[in-house]
């Protein structure tokens, strides 16, 4: 069975203290691992998806990478509106549907 | 493009009633899927439907809970003789593809089920 956990749970960090989010996956087959952000009362905002081990995107402050077992997204220099739970899910086998992460709620201070 | 359209935001229902939750997708895109999100709790899988079509509803709990996905109009997700713990947020995601296109699966706002 596909599984995703995430860590850590929650992060604070002060605007400017720059850190990473751990996405640790096991898969049958992976077709794709996706990144989204998700403010709260709202829907999952998507952000990347990554496709095989190596693989890196960029986007302002985010930047996700993709190794054979576990999936990080680095922030850089946070700024208080980068304040969100931050998801990660995988898609494999022959699936369609995404097998998410219970996230990590992350709160950047001023 | 006004993005996946879920109605409504807010639903309250006695235990024992219907609801009746929508999602109308992105324009163009053809597949439709359904997840809940209890409190404290991740994104879980219910169906995935395209068309006239259920092709996946592994999620989906076996009594009480249904999808449609018409010809024409929304996709519907039906909970009979609802009980307090369906309560949660229920989101609808669309895609053009099975893959989920280069900008990933869309999901709507949601709609939050308070069963009182």
């Known amino acids: 069975e596909d599984q995703v956990t995430q860590s850590p749970e929650a992060l604070r960090l002060q605007e400017g203290e720059s850190s990473s989010l751990n996405c640790s996956y096991t898969?049958?087959?992976?077709?794709?691992l996706f990144w989204y952000r998700q403010d709260p009362g709202k829907g999952p905002e998507f952000l990347f998806t990554?496709?095989?081990a190596g693989e890196e995107k960029e986007k302002e402050r985010l930047k996700a990478t993709l190794t054979k077992k576990e999936s990080f997204l680095h922030i850089t220099a946070p700024k208080p509106e980068d304040s969100a739970t931050y998801l990660c899910?995988?898609?494999?086998?022959?699936?369609?549907?995404?097998?998410f992460g219970q996230g990590t709620r992350l709160t950047i201070n001023p | 493009n006004a993005g996946v359209m879920q109605n409504p935001r807010h639903l309250v229902r006695r235990r024992g009633q219907e609801a009746r939750l929508r999602c109308s997708p992105m324009?163009?895109?053809?597949?439709v899927y359904w997840y809940r999100q209890l409190p404290e709790e991740g994104l879980k899988f219910m169906v995935y439907?395209?068309?006239?079509?259920?092709?996946?509803e592994s999620g989906m709990p076996k009594e009480r809970f249904s999808a449609e996905f018409p010809k024409e109009g929304p996709s519907i997700l039906r909970i009979q003789q609802v009980v307090r713990g369906d309560s949660a947020a229920y989101f609808c995601?669309?895609?053009?593809?099975?893959?989920?296109?280069?900008?990933?699966?869309?999901f709507g706002s949601g709609t939050r089920l308070t069963v009182v």
């Open positions: 898969v049958s087959g992976l077709r794709g």
């Open positions: 899910a995988v898609q494999g086998g022959g699936a369609q549907k995404l097998v």
């Open positions: 995601a669309s895609s053009p593809t099975t893959q989920g296109g280069k900008d990933g699966y869309t």
């Open positions: 439907l395209q068309k006239e079509n259920i092709i996946d």
């Open positions: 324009k163009g895109h053809s597949h």
């Open positions: 990554l496709y095989s």
